[in-house]
Structure formats: C-alpha cells, structure tokens
C-alpha cells in the first residue's frame, strides 16, 4: 500500500496525504520517492482540475521528517546529496505548483516536515500542535529548502533562533513568528484547511493562479519588475469570460442587474 496519495474532490480541492502513522508519517527513501511522485501528479492535476492543494499527514501526526532509524544506514556524502536532492526537487515544485497549498498541520512537525510545512504557500496549526527544526539536535542542517523559506517567512533572527536552537513551539508561538497562518481547533486542521481550500477554489481560477504567481514574483524581484509583471497579468484577465460572469453574478446578488 503506498504510503502517499492524492485524492481530488468535486471542488477541486486535492489532498496530499502522507501515511506512516507507525513512525509518525516519517519518511523513508520509498516514501521519498513516492512523495516527489504524487508532487508530479498534483503538478498535472493543477493544470486540468485542480484548485487547491492541502498536505496533511495520516493519524494525527503531520510529517515527523525522515526516517532516521532507516536513513542512518546510509552514512555516506553521496547518500546525503542524495537525500538532499529528492525531496530537495520535490518540494521545489510543490512551491511552484500554479494552485495555492495550503499545510494542514495536526500534531507534531519535526525537522523535515517543517520543511514539507514551510513549502506549502499557507500553513494551519491545530491548537494542540507544535513545530520543531530539529536538525542542528542531530548534527545537521535543513537540506529541503526549509531554511531558505523560514527566512522569508520570520526574518532572519527568528530563523536563526529556530534554526540553531531546534527549540519545539507551540501552535500560538508559530502564529505569532508567522509561521502559522492560521489556527484551528485540535485535531480540526485539515477540516479548517479544507474549508480555507474550498474558498479559494469557489474563485475564478485564472485569477487564484495570477494572484500567487504575482506575489511570487516580488518575493524574488525588484519592486519595479513586480509592480510591472502584476499590471501586464491584468489585461488578459479583464477580457475572460470567468471575469465577466463572476461580475454579472455580483450585479445580479447587490441588485444592480
């Protein structure tokens, strides 16, 4: 049975799920590999039905990172470099998937799963969860990106203070670091994502997609490159059909039409 799947409801809002609930979703190279596989298909689902995309973990853990009683018995440079690439490459297109996602996070997140966290576009925290990378405790670094993204998303003293420390915080820390995006009852994380995803995929899809491929581009750009790819997005979208009918079903609700 895989230990990864991708399911996609009518909404068009998928799931990524990650189920090892034996050793809390963490993930060996077989998993690895499936993960950057389903990361793939979500890519070509995006491009077809696909609105949103949540990534949450089975059994009431999120991804407690890799399997280290596994991955400890390849002790070598090359299996490093290996390690580091694969999901390396897989969570480098999910962040670059068009669709928002959305981390769904009940319980733990330790090492690579914040890194799996921080590659999603929005994170909810269950209450009762927490967040730990744990790398520098075990004598390593982030190796999936999770550094590079924790820094854009706190700064870089509360990166480095995560980073260095490998300190666990709680859901309300991570709210207040901006690491979590939003809260939610325990255990209710990936209903909340849910409910958040369908939202979002409620909205004309062309414009979802412009809107997180404009703020991509300023999280990488000059502000004058930003400002001047959000202005050239706009035209196109004005002359859509999805444009038009998302204006007339607003006339219509504040009685203008």
């Not at 399911?7 to 189920?19: E, I, Q, T």
């Not at 950057?36 to 298909?41: D, K, Y």
């Not at 999280?219 to 004005?238: I, K, V, Y």
Request: hydrophobic letters at 50%; a neutral charge.
């Amino acid at each position: 049975m895989s230990a990864i799947s991708l399911d996609v409801d009518s909404d068009g809002v998928g799931v990524l799920s990650v189920s090892r609930p034996r050793v809390r979703n963490a993930l060996n190279w077989e998993a690895m590999a499936e993960f950057a596989a389903i990361v793939e298909q979500a890519a070509e689902r995006a491009l077809a039905d696909m609105r949103a995309l949540i990534v949450s973990g089975a059994g009431g853990t999120f991804i407690s990172g890799g399997d280290i009683a596994e991955l400890q018995k390849y002790p070598g440079e090359e299996d490093g470099l290996r390690l580091a690439t694969v999901m390396g490459d897989a969570l480098a297109r999910l962040e670059a998937l068009p669709c928002p996602t959305i981390a769904a996070m009940d319980g733990a997140a330790r090492g690579g799963g914040c890194e799996v966290a921080v590659a999603c576009d929005l994170r909810v925290m269950a209450e009762d969860a927490d967040a730990g990378f744990v790398h520098t405790r075990l004598g390593i670094i982030t190796a999936w990106g999770g550094g590079q993204r924790l820094l854009r998303l706190v700064g870089y003293a509360r990166a480095l203070d995560l980073l260095t420390t490998g300190r666990v915080i709680s859901a309300a820390e991570a709210l207040a670091l901006g690491l979590a995006s939003r809260l939610a009852p325990a255990g209710e994380a990936l209903n909340v994502a849910r409910e958040w995803a369908r939202q979002i995929a409620a909205n004309p899809p062309a414009a979802v997609r412009a809107a997180k491929r404009i703020l991509r581009i300023g999280l990488t750009h000059p502000n004058g490159a930003a400002l001047d790819a959000e202005r050239a997005e706009f035209p196109a979208l004005w002359a859509t059909e999805e444009r038009r009918a998302a204006v007339a079903r607003f006339l219509r609700k504040v009685g203008r039409r």
